[in-house]
């Protein structure tokens, strides 16, 4: 299973960018999908979810209204659409595939290396 993130960079405040996490050697499609950031010096935290079965979507109050989780089926990637980004929003960003997700990252068995966002004020 290999799990690759990419889509991170330089943005300023305001901004957007779209990350995208493909993924390889699962059913793609029966998995639920996570995003997760750190922060240097900080814990690793939940920021979107998305899950196969019932299609809902979660987040974090920190984004909510700004992120947007999504995946295609058909190419295996799994998305993450920011937009209005903030200074605060700065981290590695980490995509995580599970059989059951939610926002504990225990529950992933899958993760990408990581997309580095940097927004600047």
């Known amino acids: 299973v290999q799990l690759q993130a990419f889509g991170g960079g330089l943005v300023q405040a305001g901004g957007c960018l779209r990350l995208?996490?493909?993924?390889?050697?699962?059913?793609?499609?029966?998995?639920?999908m996570g995003w997760f950031r750190q922060a240097p010096g900080t814990e690793r935290e939940f920021v979107a979810g998305?899950?196969?079965?019932?299609?809902?979507?979660d987040y974090a109050d920190s984004v909510k209204g700004r992120f947007t989780i999504s995946r295609d089926n058909a190419k295996n990637t799994a998305y993450l659409q920011m937009a209005s980004l903030k200074p605060e929003d700065t981290a590695v960003y980490f995509c995580?595939?599970?059989?059951?997700?939610?926002?504990?990252?225990?529950?992933?068995?899958?993760w990408g290396q990581g997309t580095e966002v940097t927004v600047s004020s």
């Open positions: 995580a595939a599970a059989i059951t997700g939610g926002r504990w990252s225990g529950r992933y068995a899958y």
């Open positions: 995208s996490c493909a993924a390889s050697g699962l059913a793609f499609s029966t998995y639920d």
């Open positions: 998305d899950t196969w079965s019932s299609g809902s979507r």
